[in-house]
């Protein structure tokens, strides 16, 4: 009887959530099951006076917090954020939400002012910041008031309850990318990561996977790039050249011009690559890795990309530029919110709501929250070929295996 119910539930949710969602190709941000409704109940009120930018026209109020003016060049990031946005209301056009957009300069001062601002104008949830800095000011913020946020940082240092990261996490590429190898009977590593906060996190991630994988890690080099002077890069791929017959896999997380360098170096030192695979991470997801031959068959990590052609495509014949290939984050991001408005009332945005073990369905496909703050992801294995690259590992259409 418990599992008829359950099953009844998803069947409405979804339904629910499809009819608000857009017919462009996972335009809607949808969970397969919310459960049980508990927590308090959110009682509507008169509400104060929003300023500065207001995106949609609904009853329920999202904070959208975005650096708008932040230096080195990081403003194009918020602008690029707030398009999405938008075109996230325009796919959604019955939304019951209004979106107060406000500027964190990109600092963990401005994060503050800004979630202070949005959640004394009403906000019941924080979309953003985008950088770690600004996710920590505005999280001090948002935990004095219980209001939750949904952030797009990478850094997992600034996840914590009712913080929640949407980011493509650099622990779930390792986990892909290495649980896949290893189904291919690749059990010998080597790696070659900067040394960096980055490298850290995918160095820990890639030496849990391989252990739990029952693999081996012949040798971790790490190097630092020093703006154009790759010397160190060069040295450190060098030094691989004497344990590459030993091993199957050699696993170069960052993207750019790294990974191709990487191998011209071997290759120009004599090294045997023809039985080591080369992985890679999300960071791979660049024209400049995939169309380059010298990559040709190598494996990376990443979300399905169907969702998001099709979401570039509509912001290039709208803004007349192609986007990140992060600014769907916050079109994820909007949607969510819109979604949960729509079919989960008064305790829309409660923890037991967001963290729902079933998760959601963006144009990146799977993903949910955890109760750390950290997310999971259902994500596909490519393999380069030259000319862009090919699924050989489809991303998985649900949490009950794998995770």
């Given at each position: ?309 099709a979401f570039a495509q509509r912001y290039q014949s709208t803004y007349g530029s192609a986007p990140p290939r992060n600014a769907s984050l916050v079109y994820d991001g909007v949607t969510l919110a819109a979604g949960l408005i729509r079919s989960a009332g008064p305790q829309r945005f409660n923890q037991s709501i967001l963290t729902n073990r079933d998760g959601f369905i963006g144009i990146d ?39």
């Amino acid at each position: 009887m418990r599992g008829k119910i359950l099953q009844q539930r998803r069947r409405v949710f979804l339904k629910t959530a499809l009819a608000g969602a857009s017919t462009m190709l996972l335009g809607g941000c949808m969970g397969s099951t919310l459960g049980s409704l508990p927590g308090e109940q959110i009682q509507p009120g008169a509400q104060p006076q929003p300023t500065g930018e207001i995106l949609g026209t609904g009853s329920v109020r999202v904070g959208l917090l975005l650096p708008l003016s932040s230096s080195g060049g990081n403003a194009s990031i918020g602008t690029v954020f707030k398009n999405s946005a938008a075109l996230a209301l325009q796919n959604f056009p019955n939304a019951d939400v209004q979106l107060l957009v406000k500027d964190t300069g990109g600092t963990a001062e401005g994060g503050r002012a800004a979630a202070q601002a949005a959640i004394s104008e009403g906000a019941e949830l924080i979309l953003g910041p985008v950088f770690s800095a600004a996710v920590s000011g505005a999280a001090q913020a948002a935990r004095a008031t219980g209001v939750p946020v949904v952030a797009f940082s990478t850094d997992t240092s600034v996840a914590s309850r009712g913080v929640y990261l949407l980011s493509f996490l650099p622990e779930g590429d390792v986990k892909r990318i290495i649980g896949y190898a290893t189904s291919q009977q690749k059990s010998s590593y080597a790696a070659l990561v900067p040394e960096n906060s980055y490298g850290a996190v995918v160095e820990a991630a890639f030496r849990q996977e391989v252990g739990r994988g029952g693999g081996r890690i012949a040798t971790i080099q790490r190097y630092k790039l020093s703006g154009s002077d790759t010397s160190d890069l060069v040295a450190k791929a060098g030094a691989l050249n004497s344990v590459l017959n030993s091993v199957d896999a050699l696993f170069v997380p960052e993207g750019g011009g790294v990974p191709p360098l990487v191998v011209q170096t071997l290759v120009s030192q004599g090294a045997a690559l023809g039985n080591v695979k080369l992985l890679g991470s999300g960071q791979w997801d660049t024209p400049q890795v995939k169309n380059n031959p010298v990559l040709a068959g190598a494996w990376f990590a990443g979300p399905d990309d169907k969702g998001f052609q099709a979401f570039a495509q509509r912001y290039q014949s709208t803004y007349g530029s192609a986007p990140p290939r992060n600014a769907s984050l916050v079109y994820d991001g909007v949607t969510l919110a819109a979604g949960l408005i729509r079919s989960a009332g008064p305790q829309r945005f409660n923890q037991s709501i967001l963290t729902n073990r079933d998760g959601f369905i963006g144009i990146d496909g799977l993903f949910r929250f955890q109760s750390n703050g950290l997310n999971q992801r259902g994500l596909a294995v490519y393999q380069v070929t030259g000319s862009g690259a090919q699924v050989i590992s489809p991303a998985p259409r649900d949490f009950q295996a794998g995770f």
